[in-house]
């Protein structure tokens, strides 16, 4: 009997372990599904929430938003997170193939789970050793769109061990669910659109930009091993920070790209001694690249049109297509930055040493930096730290701190005290240029400044000063309104308005400080040689609220005080204005409002809107081919303050032209037109008390003019670009004056137009 229990006893442990083996499997086929269900209706709140299936047939990650040139060059992008999107088609075959090796081999073997990764990553976990290894790039994609590591969590996300097999439950269903929405090449492409690679570039086509200057479909095997190298650690194996980690991590992925036969053993062996080239290496941001202040300036007006159209700037991936040409900005970039470069020099030396803001009498300002210090967000905040007046204040303001400061020869590694940095750059001189297709009415330059990362003042919209002499052609335009003539003559002589104050008169110098030498010469030689009494003349008879009407038509939107001295441009205006303007004069009298987006697209290319800029007939045809006229004595007639140019610009070439100085030479302007391009050149202080101490020196004509000229003589060596030489378009019908003053004589004038009755005919002189 004992023998016959002890041969039964093994029997029912061999049923009891059978029993329980078949339990474990019921549960298991039965459990596993249910917990699968669990999680991904949350169960209780237990594991967080999971996607919907409409989330993930259209899944959704920060887009940067595009700035594009009219000849189809990225300006920029307005990002939270710098990513812009690529397809499957756009990435190079050694991409895709280093990709796989280093990250998921089996990835077109499986649909979203590797189970023989999946079997090491749950050992780990159960061994409470987890160290990954189980993510598919389906199910990173998964982790990267729905963020499963960081959001939605459920209450078993504080347990330990748990968490993390929660998570990668999460991960699996979300990356079926993938597999089963979108073809594999598709899941890659998203899989590298989501990626940081570290150094502001998010997405494979934004680090392909950053560090090699190249798009994905480019790249070789040797940089596609660097960047997915970069996706173990962003900066633990940056090339730029960590360069030797970055190399041995890089070989290490171009390993696996020859155990997986893409590469040969020489080729390895090659491609491991090759040094990382970073010469086109440059991290995007907002302070790089062209056009930093126009991206600045229409920023807030992009923001304000996606608020109102349903779309976020920052994220909904959105084409801006611009009328900026890429190529143009550069060349007015580089003409700012070289002039400017040798002027400084000069206002440096002129002053030696010397502060330069000075008062109406040429003196000092006294305790200028501290009221220009109590102006700045830095002494707000100590203000709010210390409370007003506290000496603790005063302190800071004189304590030296190692900074970065900008120089024309580069940044430089410098030791100043708040007060003092504001005292360097107050130093510098400033610029704005724009350029103005005036017959489209496309902008296709905008330089604000002269360093967008240190001085944030946009000098061509934003900023507005006195134009001073370029205001004239708008009263010399008036009076062409007004049915005189180009060659009719006026004497150089004092001209007195009366006005109210005291003195109850004010009688204009000119520019040498003289009221006149009784010279007769023609209204086109006095606009040409920018003479005031000849302007002051002409203001006199036509009356200063006709030259505001014609102005404000032209383009002006500044408000004009309808006074004497508006012949003199004491009134501030933009730079945008002015440009605009005169642009009115080429383009046959129609005024083009400038502009500079022509369509907004979104991420899927779908247009959203298309722009066409506001046109009107502003003057007659013979009002601005006599004004462009006038605008070419600059250059042709004998003391025309525009025959500086370079001739290689004035042969075979019909050009327009004003220069423009206010009172102290602290502003100094130049505009040119020719048939197809007007562009505008404002050089000054920060500050109208900052200039040149002698009008001389701080001319239009030494500031202003010479960075038109530069920019001209590269846009017309450029054959690409298509501009070309010739003479302005005449209107339907000829002239109806006489233009060659050489022919022309008083009696002419007198019977031509005394019966207009619009002067009085005892100040013609």
């Not at 046959?588 to 298309?610: F, S």
Request: charged letters at 20%.
């Amino acid at each position: 009997m004992d023998l016959i229990n002890k041969l039964k006893a093994p029997s029912r442990k061999i049923k009891w372990l059978i029993r329980t083996l078949w339990i474990i499997s019921f549960l298991a086929l039965v459990g596993f599904p249910l917990y699968i269900f669990s999680v991904s209706i949350d169960l209780g709140g237990l594991y967080g929430g999971m996607p919907s299936l409409k989330s993930l047939e259209n899944p959704e990650n920060d887009l940067s938003s595009e700035l594009i040139s009219s000849d189809g060059v990225s300006l920029g992008r307005y990002y939270r997170f710098n990513r812009s999107q690529v397809t499957y088609d756009d990435l190079s075959e050694e991409l895709v193939n280093t990709l796989l090796a280093s990250e998921d081999h089996r990835f077109y073997e499986h649909s979203g789970i590797d189970l023989k990764g999946l079997l090491r990553a749950v050992t780990g976990v159960l061994t409470f050793q987890y160290a990954g290894g189980g993510s598919t790039i389906t199910m990173q994609l998964a982790e990267n769109l729905f963020k499963t590591m960081s959001e939605n969590e459920g209450a078993l996300y504080r347990v330990p061990g748990i968490r993390q097999v929660v998570i990668k439950t999460k991960e699996w269903i979300i990356a079926a669910r993938l597999e089963q929405n979108f073809t594999k090449k598709e899941i890659m492409a998203m899989y590298l659109n989501t990626v940081s690679f570290g150094s502001n570039a998010y997405g494979i086509k934004t680090a392909t930009e950053t560090f090699f200057g190249k798009p994905p479909s480019e790249l070789n095997y040797q940089e596609s091993a660097v960047l997915i190298g970069l996706l173990q650690g962003t900066t633990a194996f940056s090339p730029v920070y960590n360069y030797d980690r970055s190399i041995k991590k890089r070989n290490q992925v171009l390993g696996k790209i020859y155990r997986h036969d893409h590469i040969n053993r020489t080729e390895l062996d090659s491609l491991r001694e090759s040094p990382i080239d970073l010469s086109e290496y440059g991290v995007a941001n907002h302070n790089t690249g062209l056009a930093t202040y126009f991206r600045s300036m229409i920023r807030f007006e992009l923001i304000s049109w996606a608020r109102n159209h349903g779309y976020d700037l920052y994220e909904d991936g959105l084409k801006i297509y611009t009328t900026i040409d890429s190529r143009m900005q550069k060349y007015a970039e580089e003409a700012v930055t070289s002039h400017m470069t040798e002027l400084q020099k000069v206002f440096n030396d002129h002053w030696n040493g010397k502060n330069p803001w000075r008062d109406l009498e040429g003196k000092e300002i006294p305790n200028f930096l501290q009221s220009r210090f109590k102006n700045t967000p830095h002494y707000k905040k100590l203000v709010a730290k210390y409370g007003k007046d506290n000496d603790s204040i005063k302190i800071v303001m004189n304590t030296p701190k190692n900074i970065k400061v900008f120089s024309w020869e580069g940044e430089i590694d410098t030791v100043l005290s708040p007060l003092d940095s504001i005292k360097y750059y107050k130093n510098f001189l400033q610029a704005g240029m724009m350029t103005m297709d005036p017959h489209t009415g496309h902008i296709k330059t905008w330089v604000g400044g002269i360093e967008h990362k240190y001085f944030k003042y946009d000098h061509v919209r934003q900023g507005k000063r006195q134009p001073g002499s370029t205001f004239k052609p708008f009263v010399y335009g008036t009076a062409i309104e007004n049915g005189y003539p180009p060659c009719y003559e006026v004497a150089d002589a004092m001209v007195t308005f009366q006005v109210p104050g005291d003195p109850p008169t004010w009688s204009p110098a000119n520019a040498n400080g003289k009221y006149g030498t009784g010279e007769k010469m023609t209204i086109r030689q006095g606009m040409a040689r920018s003479v005031n009494t000849i302007t002051a003349h002409l203001m006199q008879v036509i009356e200063p609220r006709n030259v505001v009407d014609f102005a404000h038509r032209v383009g002006i939107d500044s408000d004009l005080e309808a006074v004497p001295s508006l012949c003199l441009g004491v009134n501030d205006v933009s730079l945008f204005e002015l440009v605009g303007a005169y642009s009115t004069f080429a383009n046959m009298g129609i005024h083009t409002q400038p502009y500079y987006i022509t369509r907004i697209e979104d991420k899927n290319g779908n247009v959203l809107q298309n722009f066409v800029p506001k046109t009107k007939q502003a003057i007659s045809q013979q009002t601005a081919y006599k004004m462009l006229y006038m605008l070419r004595g600059g250059i042709e007639e004998t003391g025309g303050t525009s025959r500086g140019l370079s001739m290689e610009l004035k042969i075979d070439n019909e050009i327009g032209g004003k220069t423009g100085t206010t009172n102290n030479a602290s502003d100094g302007w130049y505009v040119g037109v020719t048939k197809d391009l007007v562009s505008g050149v404002w050089v000054g202080g920060d500050e109208r008390s900052i200039h040149f101490r002698n009008w001389g020196m701080g001319s239009g004509a030494r500031t202003a003019r010479p960075i038109w000229d530069i920019f001209m003589r590269n846009i017309y060596s450029d054959e690409e670009l298509g501009f070309t030489k010739g003479k302005f378009q005449q209107p339907q019908g000829g002239i109806d004056v006489t233009l060659d003053c050489s022919e022309y004589t008083k009696t002419e004038a007198d019977s031509l137009y005394v019966e207009e009755d619009l002067w009085d005919p005892a100040n013609i002189q």
